[in-house]
């Protein structure tokens, strides 16, 4: 499951919405939460920087990967995924995103927009034997929520 603050989804389709028709793109970061959860603590948008037809296909600047990697040093925070819009699409993994899977363990989330509307963010993972993706389910949080649940979990007796 990914759980993730509703304005950071707000902030990702308005950023699908606005890219529309090309493709937009950028970083979640966060941290692990339990076997089977990951919890969203910071999005980073991205110009996407692709060399190929921007309608379907995006590259995140390396730069805003290198900074990003370099803000969670020393914390409990990693880059735990990357999202982009499906432009006239749907909001599932194409053949194209498959094939630049390069990194398995990083989430997808895809944003399908028509017409310059965005359709809620689905969240994917690569399968083990990388024949394709498994969806997971996408949580909106209320920030003050997670907060909450932080402190509330690392509070000692």
Known sequence: MLLVPATFLTAITKAAEAAWPRECCGLLAGRDHGQDTIVVTR???S???????????F???????????????????????????HPNGRAEPSATDLAKAYEPDLIWVIVAVAGGRAAPPRAFVVKADKSGFDEIAVTPTNQADMTAKKEKGSARP
Do not use: C, W
């Open 43 to 45: 999005v980073k948008p």
């Open 47 to 57: 110009e996407n920087l692709t060399t190929g037809e921007a309608e379907d296909s």
């Open 59 to 85: 590259e995140v600047d390396p730069q805003v990967r290198f900074d990003l990697m370099r803000a969670l040093e020393h914390t409990d925070k990693r880059i735990v995924g990357h999202y982009h819009s």
